[in-house]
């Protein structure tokens, strides 16, 4: 299938037209003017050397040769060629809070929601960065591998929800632990580790566990979601109607807060930073801003395929018309002789 990589540029063939009528113009103008000369006898003989089918066929080159010049300008292109790409960034696995508390809205429209924002938002800043999701709660698992198919993670992303790990719960530490094994050994890229997560309820030793990272050439950073004065976490239904809202053993309504202590200690401990997400500020913003200062290495290459250009065939063909249209002589030089010899 043809596509356009300037599909612009198309737009310009709406002068062919207007080109065309004023061709047509000419000759019917150059007509009426001979017809004021004389008898037809006369205008024959006067024009009898003249090329006309020539001339009529030079201006169709002509023409053709601007359409063809226009159709190169938003560089047709068909078929595919296959090259392999090498990427320079560093591996990141992204591990992302899908505990109930994460349906608090004290981070508008709400912390999970919030939280995929962002993520998406960083998507859309990397690279040639490799990037990894951990999805965890009370548990930790991976949900995608690292991968340079950022379209795809985003899909994944948009997808998690606080189903999809029934044990309840913060077990940062285990984060840490299956994004630690998410990691390519073979490499030699910054291995960077990015926590999303309230911070409530921790199971585990996540300080230890991020030191313990930290010592193996990790780095890792935490974004704390919420507010320390904290709210009630809401139960909706699929259409946003809210239920109820989650109560303790006792009947008490639950309320989640912030704890910025711990998620500061977890980034201390694994010589990354944290960084607070709250109201309108963008936290993926001061996140790239620490990649950027990371030093880059090789993270592998991929096969990437790349429509192939074929606007040199359209440019050729026009300068090739361009010429020929110079070329068809205007007058009928053969006759011209003829009639010297005839005379003669």
């Not at 591996?91 to 939280?115: C, F, G, N, T």
């Amino acid at each position: 299938m043809i596509t356009f990589a300037n599909p612009q540029y198309l737009l310009l063939l709406a002068v062919l037209p207007i080109a065309v009528g004023v061709v047509y113009w000419a000759v019917q103008n150059r007509s009426r003017m001979l017809e004021r000369i004389g008898s037809p006898a006369l205008v024959r003989r006067l024009t009898a050397n003249v090329n006309t089918r020539g001339r009529l066929i030079g201006r169709v080159f002509t023409i053709a040769a601007l359409a063809l010049a226009i159709v190169a300008l938003a560089r047709p292109q068909w078929g595919e060629s296959l090259q392999a790409v090498e990427r320079e960034g560093v591996q990141i696995i992204i591990a992302l809070d899908v505990s109930k508390s994460m349906l608090a809205e004290d981070v508008r429209p709400s912390r999970l929601v919030r939280a995929k924002l962002e993520i998406a938002d960083l998507m859309q800043r990397l690279q040639g960065d490799e990037v990894g999701l951990v999805l965890f709660s009370g548990a930790a698992f991976l949900q995608f591998p690292l991968t340079f198919d950022y379209l795809s993670a985003r899909n994944f992303i948009e997808n998690a929800n606080t189903e999809m790990i029934t044990r309840q719960g913060t077990n940062i530490e285990q984060a840490i632990e299956v994004a630690s094994r998410s990691f390519s050994e073979e490499l030699i890229s910054q291995k960077v580790i990015l926590i999303i997560t309230d911070g409530e309820n921790q199971d585990g030793n996540a300080v230890e566990a991020a030191r313990e990272a930290h010592d193996d050439g990790t780095l890792i950073y935490t974004i704390g979601v919420g507010t320390a004065d904290g709210e009630p976490i809401p139960l909706r239904s699929p259409r946003g109607r809210l239920i109820e809202y989650v109560q303790d053993r006792q009947g008490n309504m639950v309320f989640s807060r912030l704890d910025e202590n711990v998620l500061r200690s977890v980034a201390e401990a694994g010589g990354g930073k944290f960084i607070r997400l709250e109201g309108s500020a963008n936290a993926t913003s001061q996140f790239t801003e620490e990649l950027a200062a990371l030093e880059k290495a090789s993270v592998g290459s991929e096969i990437e395929a790349t429509k192939i250009e074929r606007f040199q065939i359209f440019a050729f063909a026009s300068i090739l018309l361009l010429i020929a249209g110079e070329v068809i002589p205007d007058r009928r030089r053969n006759l011209e002789r003829a009639g010297r010899g005839a005379r003669l």
